[in-house]
Structure formats: structure tokens, C-alpha cells
T-cell receptor, first 113, second 112 residues
Framework: GAGVSQTPSNKVTEKGKYVELRCDPI?????LYWYRQSLGQGPEFLIY????????DSGLPNDRFFAVRPEGSVSTLKIQRTERGDSAVYLC???????????FGQGTRLTVV | QKEVEQNSGPLSVPEGAIASLNCTYS??????FFWYRQYSGKSPELIMS????GDKEDGRFTAQLNKASQYVSLLIRDSQPSDSATYLC????????????FGTGTKLQVIP
């Protein structure tokens, strides 16, 4: 596609539920990043994929968060037992390789009620 | 802990003036530097990248990098009201770290 695509654009879920957020990167981009952004803050790094493997998952806040990229293209961020503190905009970005600029999708606004 | 620091602002400048946005980072061994613009409710949009010391110009935007001082800045000439946004500084660290770390952003207001 022309840009990074994220679905859904908005997600409201109840506390304790499981959610999946999807990211479709720019075609041909091997590097994929997930960030989380709270109001008034800069994007906070969660995880980075190079190809199919998670090269750096040091930003995942706890074991309720998990992400996959099984075929080296689309990635899914999975959050188990959601908490109200998980509410944020989840941003996905991709870059051609690890040394080039990253381009962001429009984000998924997650609200946990 | 590798950090990127920015003044949160708001920075107010009159239309037509030069806006100067500053960013410092904590590690000398840093590879790449980026400026993103983020309008309220929108995702970050890349406007400039810079990899080596000195100035890089693109239209009304100039990025300046000084690795010895661990300092990167963005100048916006002839500021327009449409430039009003939050500007995020981002650093990609060297030494095996490929993640990009963002500052909290500086809010710029261009007053007509």
C-alpha cells in the first residue's frame, strides 16, 4: 500500500478483555516498530521487528503485551487482560531498513473502560 | 537510560519569523536524528532527517546537528500558522540499538 495502515482506528474495550491491533507496513519495508503515545507525551517505544523476528522488545511494559509478525509484513500487537492504564494511541511505523527513516500509520486509539 | 529532551513549550512566534526548536540527547554514540511534526489528533509526520554534523536544509526547514554537544535543532523560516503543531525530536541509537527514541515534543504556535 501507499502508506502504513492500522486497524481499527478506534477500539473501545472493557477492562480485562483481550484486544488485537493490526499494522500493515509500507510494501517492501523490512523494519516495523510499535509505539504507544499518551496525551501530551512523545511516542514510547514498545517493540521493533526486523523481518519476522522481534529484534528488540525491551519496551513492552509487561507480559500482557505481545506482538507478532509471522510473515515479515503485517504485524499484530496483542494485549491480554486490558487495564485502564493501557488506554493510549498505539502507533505503528515502518522503514525500508534499520538505517532509514520510519513512517507512521494513523494509529489505533485504544480506550479501556 | 538513553534520553531525548525537549522543552515542551509552547513556543510562540509571529507569522513570518524564524522558529527555533531545540533537542538534546544523552548518548554520544548516536547514529541518526529525525524531526517529526505532529498535528493535534494526528500521527507523527517525518519532516527532516540528519545523520552528520552540520546543517541540512529543505525548503523552509533547516536541521542542525552538533554531535560533540549532543544537540540537534530545527529552524523554520518564514513561519506560517499552518506550522503550528508539536515537533518531536527522535534519535536512533548506535551500538546495536536500532530503536528510535522520541522526546516529549515542543508545541509551536505561530501567531498570525
Amino acid at each position: 500500500g501507499a502508506g502504513v495502515s492500522q486497524t481499527p482506528s478506534n477500539k473501545v474495550t472493557e477492562k480485562g478483555k483481550y484486544v488485537e491491533l493490526r499494522c500493515d507496513p509500507i510494501s517492501g519495508h523490512t523494519a516495523l516498530y510499535w509505539y504507544r503515545q499518551s496525551l501530551g507525551q512523545g511516542p514510547e517505544f514498545l517493540i521493533y521487528f526486523q523481518g519476522t523476528g522481534a529484534a528488540d522488545d525491551s519496551g513492552l511494559p509487561n507480559d500482557r503485551f505481545f506482538a507478532v509478525r509471522p510473515e515479515g509484513s503485517v504485524s499484530t500487537l496483542k494485549i491480554q487482560r486490558t487495564e485502564r492504564g493501557d488506554s493510549a494511541v498505539y502507533l505503528c511505523a515502518s522503514s525500508l531498513n534499520t538505517n532509514t527513516e520510519a513512517f507512521f500509520g494513523q494509529g489505533t486509539r485504544l480506550t479501556v473502560v | 537510560q538513553k534520553e531525548v529532551e525537549q522543552n515542551s513549550g509552547p513556543l510562540s512566534v509571529p507569522e513570518g519569523a524564524i522558529a527555533s526548536l531545540n533537542c538534546t540527547y544523552s548518548d554520544r554514540v548516536s547514529q541518526s536524528f529525525f524531526w517529526y511534526r505532529q498535528y493535534s489528533g494526528k500521527s507523527p509526520e517525518l519532516i527532516m532527517s540528519i545523520y552528520s554534523n552540520g546543517d541540512k536544509e529543505d525548503g523552509r526547514f533547516t536541521a542542525q546537528l552538533n554531535k560533540a554537544s549532543q544537540y540537534v535543532s530545527l529552524l523554520i523560516r518564514d513561519s506560517q500558522p499552518s506550522d503550528s503543531a508539536t515537533y518531536l525530536c527522535a534519535v536512533r541509537w548506535n551500538g546495536g540499538y536500532q530503536k528510535v527514541t522520541f522526546g516529549t515534543g515542543t508545541k509551536l504556535q505561530v501567531i498570525p
